[in-house]
């Protein structure tokens, strides 16, 4: 690299493209100062890489205060990318540089080795109830006035595997492997045997896990608890969680817990947004991210918005209110029975809890009465919900949509009435400020009482209470939410058999904690293939907030940088694909019969077609439209389960070209790969901008309104717009692929009064050059002409 920069040694690739080598630049002079690089760049761009880059120069920088890179991605495909490239730079380091240590987040089923080979009753569905209940006891058996050591239990546990070789035990052979008799019968997790029987443990007859036993014994008592890993960082560079699991299981230590240790320890931690914006997993898991050392990559931030706010959002179920009332009764019957006369054990344990706690007996039973109480007001108002809007709901259940339930005027903020009836029954502010205390300690007293592994619903139900009497009214809105199931165990009339419901805490404007949080790191990267209009994108992420405060954000947008002439882009100035417009899926007008034209002029195309509709029903109407046109294989995309989606994926791979129909708001039209001769055209019809008779719609845009003066086009307009960029997105994936991207709709090609083209990059604006129904077949056949040429 002719005159390198200080950080060519860590880039990944012989060479930076231009605008790459532009971003790291301005990655690395935003942090110096403190500050952040938003970045918009098209596929092609190397965001990966750059900032990796920039991150890693800083973090080597000995007068650099950075310690690690910290990547936060919502998308799958985006963090095996993020491993690629770091393997990429640990590949191309010279030989004096040490490789960059990395280490790839994940949750407990995906490390914990019964869960991944479905042993002593774990699987990835009952992992976090039994983790947490064997660990529990494992740490009751050697903590203070427990009855061993780690030591012992390590000792114990090894000692029963090396028996069984030693006596060559009957059906001995590694779990899951294909040895032969005489072998001992040891737990091996993906081909790597452990020093441990298939089954956990017992002592005493208390049962523990081993693997966690391990790690405790390897804790230094006061020392890093990085110290307990059992392997050297030093040239293993990245570690993702297959690597983990072998490393950790094969010395008889918990995956898990060496993760957590090994997080503030790596260079590099690459994880999804919950690892950096749930209020739990941070207080419990990578709090020791969130300081001013760390560089963070915020990728696909795009969603940083939408996925945010379901964090800081929160609900509780009628079901869990349910569990909760159960609960705290298992807890004060001791109590009664005591008084009545009756002395047990129990009552002296429950007592001995409650007394060491900041919690009174008489909290509990309020905290009890109330839940108990607002189950009943529940249970009034969806009932009086159903029988005014729908009449007949008894007779036809199985006919319910999902429903939600207003607690205030969406438009109005004010008190919800929720909390207005809780007052008037006198269920006042100290009941709904205790219940997370109350349920904290409620939940510790049955993990004592109770010998089962059991994820309680009190803790849980104590948080929300509290965080829904804590939260203003401005910013969250209160509704209760009905969700679609058919639960033939209820009684026939009751509503409980058609829903479940639940009370919803939303909040409404998440710049805050974007923004707070973003505050607490020294600097970053927040880059995405569709972020602009870039004013807007600041705003709603909270960037604005912080270079107010004296933190700097730098600015980038970089275009395709493909070979022009390998793709066509068309705004077709069809009617504009509103609902007023096109009326209901099967009404025959003039604006479906425009769109669907337009949309099998470009499906019959040869080769692998994408097609995006605003929702799911446009999409099962325009697949059954194309179907009666087409002589080439039509797929539908339904609201489904991630198996189905994989699968209709590889069937729309697989074989010749096909048309694969889906809605904009669904999985298919982002972070999915159509790499190659994947996919020849895409088409987007309509702006897929919400239904905005959702009341908690109304309560976004309100609060948009106020807090930014335009929350139509900030909460709805401008996401829309990026999903369909996203989708068109899809098509040029690399410098030799030649496609087609249309969007299908008047609002792309024209300025009106609800156009959506100043929404578009100018580089897009450009591309995009508006065209008429009539000659998008013309424009077609003139790029197919120029591609033979």
Known sequence: MTDSPPWADIFGHPEPYPEQADGIDAAIEAAEDDGFLALEGACGTGKTMLALTAGLDRVRDPDSDFERVFVLTSVKQQLRQFETDLTAINEDLPDDHAPVSGLTLVGKADVCPYAREERAGIDRETVYERCEGLRERTRNLVGDGGVTTTSNLVSEARSQQVGLLDSGSAGGRAAGSE???????????????????????????????????????????????????????????????????????GHGTCPH?????????????????????????????????????????????????????????????????????????????????????????????????????????????????????????????????????????????????????????????????????????????????????????????????????????????????????????????????????????????????????????????????????????????????????????????????????????????????????????????????????????GET??????????????????????????????????????????????????????????????????GGGKVLVTSLRGTLTEGVDYRGDRLSAAVVCGVPIVNTARPRTRAVITAYDRQFDSGFETALTVPAVRKARQAVGRVIRGPDERGVRVLLDARYARESWNSVRAYLPDHEREEFQPVSPDMLGFALDRFDRNAGD
């Open 179 to 249: 040895s032969g008799s005489g072998a001992a019968d040891y737990l091996s997790v993906d081909g790597e045997p452990t020093p441990y029987r298939p089954d956990t443990e017992e002592f005493e007859g208390t049962e523990f896990c081993p693997f966690y036993a391990g790690f405790l014994d390897d804790l230094p008592e006061d020392g890093d608890p990085v110290e307990a890993v059992p392997f050297d960082l030093t040239d293993r560079g990245h570690v993702d969680a297959d690597e983990l699991v072998r490393l950790a299981a």
């Open 257 to 585: 817990s060496i993760m957590g240790a090994l997080v503030p320890a790596v260079e590099v931690v690459i994880g999804n947004y919950y690892h950096a914006f749930d209020p739990v997993t941070t207080s419990t898991f990578t709090g020791a991210l969130l300081d001013d050392a760390t560089f963070v990559v915020c990728d696909e931030a795009h969603m940083l918005e939408p996925r945010v706010r379901d964090l800081v959002s929160d609900a509780v179920a009628d079901a869990s209110l349910r569990d909760a009332e159960n609960e705290l009764t298992r807890v004060v019957q001791p109590l009664e029975f005591e008084t009545a006369g009756a002395e047990s054990a129990d009552a002296e344990l429950v007592r001995g809890e409650i007394e060491e706690s900041d919690v009174t007996v008489e909290e509990i039973e309020g905290v009890r009465e109330f839940l108990a109480d607002l189950r009943g007001e529940l249970d009034r108002r969806v009932t009086a919900h159903l029988d005014r809007e729908h009449p007949d709901w008894r007779a036809s259940m199985r006919d319910l949509d999902d429903d939600e339930i207003p607690l205030r005027d969406p438009e109005e903020p004010s008190e919800d009435e929720i909390t207005a009836w809780a007052t008037r029954e006198g269920h006042g502010d100290r009941v709904w400020a205790r219940a997370e205390q109350v349920g904290a300690v409620v939940g510790r007293v049955l993990d004592s009482l109770e010998d089962e592994d059991k994820q309680r619903a009190a803790p849980g139900v104590g948080r929300t209470l509290n965080a829904w009497y804590r939260e203003g009214h401005a910013d969250f809105f209160r509704a209760i939410d009905l969700a679609r199931t058919f639960d033939e165990s209820e009684p026939p009339d009751s509503w409980r058999r058609a829903y479940n419901a639940g009370l919803a805490l939303y909040n409404c404007l998440p710049s805050e904690p974007i923004g707070d949080r973003l505050a607490e790191f020294g600097g970053g990267v927040l880059m995405s293939a569709t972020l602009e209009p870039m004013d807007v994108f600041r705003q709603v992420t909270g960037l604005d907030h912080l270079e107010r405060r004296g933190r700097p954000v730098v600015e980038r947008t970089y275009g395709l940088t493909f070979p022009a002439e390998n793709r066509a882009s068309f705004a077709v100035d069809a009617p504009k694909f509103t609902h007023e417009n096109r009326g209901p899926p």
């Open 589 to 654: 007008n003039e604006t479906r019969l425009s769109h669907l034209d337009a949309t099998a002029t470009v499906a019959s195309r040869e080769g692998n077609v994408l097609v995006g509709t605003p929702s799911y029903a446009e999409a099962s109407w325009m697949a059954e439209e194309l179907s009666a046109r087409l002589d080439k294989p039509v797929l539908l995309d339904e609201s489904s389960g991630d198996r189905a989606t994989e699968s209709l994926k590889a069937e729309f791979f697989s």
